[in-house]
């Protein structure tokens, strides 16, 4: 039987190298920029909600000046 320290240290190698490696594939294969690019949806919900902040900002100012 293998004991929990031994079995943890193992585990925790494992884990910092896949991370290593998977890293050094994202970045030597330029992928990261495809998997940042946002949606259009959210482009455009992003769009529309700085449309309806000012909006409400100049409705905002225009109940202030009543």
Do not use: F, G
Not at 5 to 21: F, H, P, S, T
Not at 31 to 46: C, F, G, H, L, T
């Amino acid at each position: 039987m293998v004991p929990k320290a031994v079995m943890l240290n193992l585990v925790n190698y494992a884990k910092e190298n896949m991370q290593k490696e998977l890293l050094t594939d994202l970045y030597k294969n330029k992928a990261y920029e495809e998997i940042m690019k946002e949606s259009e949806a959210i482009v455009q919900r992003r769009q529309e909600c700085r449309k309806m902040i000012d909006i409400l900002t100049k409705a905002e100012e225009a109940v202030a000046n009543v």
